[in-house]
């Protein structure tokens, strides 16, 4: 029983500085421990150890001895070569050792016992002339070829394997891949490595495809899924993309589409940065030339892409896209788009998936165009393409890159609200290019059908190509649905006539009740000049007749005075008159 205040200590690991592996053994190989890698012929187990050895040597300071029962040293090395790894070098430097041990069937048979003395005393020389920390046994079938006794095959086994632990060497055998049941020939290493992984290469459908497992690791956790490995010119590389979660950074910037329409659909501002979008519709529709704006306008931000095409050659696109204005070829001399164009049959769902991920870690491009990944299908199973497509969003998310997913739907459906590869409720923004037939046209249309996050138009705009690019007009709404094409430019031209009669007849009416309103100014103008001069008149009247009669009051006055007397002068009160 562990003691409860005890720390437990990690199982110590010897890095194989192979991209991905380390990550899903969780640090390398076991180091001072026995590893199995086995196989069928050209999955690559070969070149594993070898590239194993020579990482070891290069980046951890780490000698290797690299012994062979299949190929001689010259064959080894120029294989080897193939990976951009030179080995004579490190030989020279003596930071690698390379044996080769010729083992006969016949040889074995005739001394009827079977020890391991001699190969151990040959390794043992190996290791000691190198200080070697790494040791390689490439295949341990041949070394046992021909041995039928079983009691001895289990029992050399086994001692090699703890011969090796005591040398305190992390060694990498290799073997074959076994019949149904086991995982090697004699079914016996698996049991004694204390790692094992098993490499695949499998054809289906005429593809090819290889993958790797980790199935057994004593004293550590590992992943173990079946993973997708490549053996290119830069050596052995696998990707863990399996283990992508739901734990990827989101952003809060927005990012223009390239076509200012759509950007107005989309509150003017465009898709959110890192996220996925679909662009679906049938042959013709315009998807392809859609994605050509996005990354015209990715590459004028000064943003590198990536343009993965499976349908049409880079120079194709660049030709068709110069018709609608846009000229991709300076984005592409300038190294700020880099096509990568293949037919989905060269490799694999799996294959494609890592081909793809690769060149966007060596690239590490801000956005992603993959024109169509309905491609993908071809004779696979949906759910395959579906699980793959959801691994490349979940991956391409993960390193913060906005895709961009083009889908062919199928002409004549009488719905396209939906994807074969069923991935559009992975997507974050779905936009739909449908064509319209109608008065023996087709017309193109836009629609929007979601958008998480955002705010969107839920109108449909009719999708012009033009010589300045593409061009988003708002369908005229008619009785039989959105009119596009001729019919919406008829309906407008009966539109502008309808409005033009109508400026006119309100234009008249205008006039006319201007002039009335002259007429009417001008009555009531001389209305109130009549009322005036009536007005001064009766002033005049009312002034002479108020006039007469002060006159004739006076006269009055004076008459009275004269009867009275009173025509003498009037004296005043100081004696005065």
Same mark, same amino acid.
């Given at each position: ?382 759910? @395959? ?5 959801? /691994? +490349?969003?979940?991956? =391409? *998310? #993960? &390193? $913060? ?35 319209? @037939? ?5 017309? /193109? +249309?836009?629609?929007? =059908? *979601? #958008? &998480? $996050? ?50 006119? &007849? ?72």
């Amino acid at each position: 029983m562990t003691d409860p205040g005890s720390t437990l200590v990690p199982l110590p690991k010897s890095p194989t500085g192979i991209s991905g592996l380390d990550e899903i053994t969780g640090g390398g190989l076991p180091r001072g421990r026995p590893t199995l890698v086995c196989g069928g012929p050209g999955c690559g187990k070969t070149l594993l150890a070898a590239e194993f050895l020579v990482h070891g040597a290069t980046e951890f300071d780490e000698p290797g001895v690299f012994m062979s029962f299949e190929e001689p040293v010259a064959d080894l090395v120029a294989n080897v070569a193939a990976l951009g790894f030179d080995v004579d070098r490190l030989v020279a430097e003596g930071r690698i050792y390379i044996d080769h041990v010729r083992v006969e069937r016949n040889e074995i048979e005739e001394a009827g016992e079977y020890d391991l003395e001699g190969l151990f005393v040959r390794l043992s020389h190996a290791i000691g002339k190198v200080g070697a920390r790494r040791v390689v046994l490439d295949t341990i079938e041949t070394l046992f070829a021909g041995l039928s006794d079983t009691g001895i095959l289990r029992s050399e086994l086994k001692r090699l394997f703890h011969w090796l632990k005591d040398q305190g060497v992390t060694a990498v055998v290799t073997g074959e891949r076994g019949d149904v049941g086991t995982l090697t020939r004699h079914g016996l290493e698996e049991y004694v490595s204390d790692c094992v992984i098993v490499l695949d290469h499998r054809v289906d459908t005429q593809v090819s495809t290889r993958r790797l497992r980790v199935v057994k690791y004593r004293g550590s956790s590992h992943g173990t899924n079946e993973y997708p490995f490549l053996i290119d010119d830069r050596g052995f590389a696998v990707l863990p993309i399996t283990s992508v979660g739901l734990d990827h950074e989101v952003s809060e910037e927005r990012i223009s589409t390239g076509i200012p329409g759509l950007d107005a659909m989309m509150g003017e501002k465009g898709f959110y940065r890192a996220s996925s979008i679909l662009i679906s519709g049938t042959a013709g529709t315009g998807k392809t030339t859609t994605c050509a704006h996005f990354v015209d306008a990715a590459c004028r931000r000064g943003e590198r892409t990536l343009f993965f095409a499976f349908e049409e050659a880079p120079s194709q696109i660049i030709r068709n896209i110069r018709s609608v204005g846009l000229d991709l070829a300076p984005h592409v001399d300038s190294g700020l788009l880099g096509f990568h164009a293949a037919r989905p049959t060269l490799h694999g769902l799996e294959m494609h998936l890592a081909t793809i991920l690769r060149a966007v870690d060596d690239a590490r491009p801000v956005a992603v165009v993959i024109d169509p990944i309905t491609a993908l299908l071809g004779d696979g199973v949906s759910d @395959e393409v579906r699980a793959m497509v959801t /691994r +490349l969003i979940d991956g =391409l *998310k #993960s &390193r $913060g890159v906005t895709t961009m997913f083009t889908t062919l739907g199928r002409m004549g459906s009488p719905s396209q609200e939906w994807t074969d590869v069923a991935i559009s409720s992975l997507i974050d923004t779905w936009i739909l290019l449908r064509d319209q @037939e109608l008065n023996g046209e087709r017309n /193109r +249309l836009l629609y929007i =059908l *979601k #958008s &998480r $996050g955002m705010s969107h138009s839920n109108q449909l705009r009719e999708f012009l190509l033009t010589d300045q690019g593409v061009e988003l007009v708002p369908a005229y709404p008619g009785p039989e649905g959105a009119l596009t094409g001729s019919s919406r430019i008829q309906q407008e031209a009966k539109s502008r006539q309808a409005e033009a009669e109508r400026e006119h &007849r309100l234009e008249r009416l205008r006039c006319e009740v201007e002039g009335k309103r002259t007429v009417a100014e001008a009555r009531i103008q001389a209305l109130q000049a009549e009322i005036a001069a009536q007005e001064a008149e009766l002033a005049a009247v009312l002034e002479a007749d108020s006039a007469r009669q002060r006159i004739g009051l006076e006269a009055e006055q004076k008459v009275a005075r004269g009867l009275r007397g009173d025509d003498a002068p009037t004296t005043t009160p100081n004696g005065r008159r």
